[in-house]
């Protein structure tokens, strides 16, 4: 696109807008349907979590020989 003049600011609005209808936060779910899909994302996420956890190896926690680790003195910490 190509202007054709130099850029015109915007119209100022007309009224401010009402704070009431500015607060958000409130979920609404009015047909079955919409809560289907909220509740099965919702939970998706949790399996997602899940599964992620149970296929990321972790490290071994009580397999480890205390004599292999190398201690270094606090200040190099």
Do not use: C, W
């Not at 003049?5 to 919409?34: D, M, S, V």
């Not at 899940?50 to 680790?69: C, H, N, Q, T, Y």
């Amino acid at each position: 696109m190509v202007r054709e003049g130099p850029a015109q600011p915007a119209p100022p609005p007309k009224e401010p807008y009402p704070a009431e209808k500015a607060r958000g936060g409130e979920i609404i779910l009015n047909t079955p349907g919409r809560r289907a899909i909220f509740i099965a994302g919702l939970l998706g996420a949790v399996v997602l979590a899940i599964v992620l956890g149970k296929l990321i190896p972790s490290a071994p926690r009580g397999d480890v020989d205390e004599s292999k680790i190398e201690r270094r003195p606090r200040f190099f910490q």
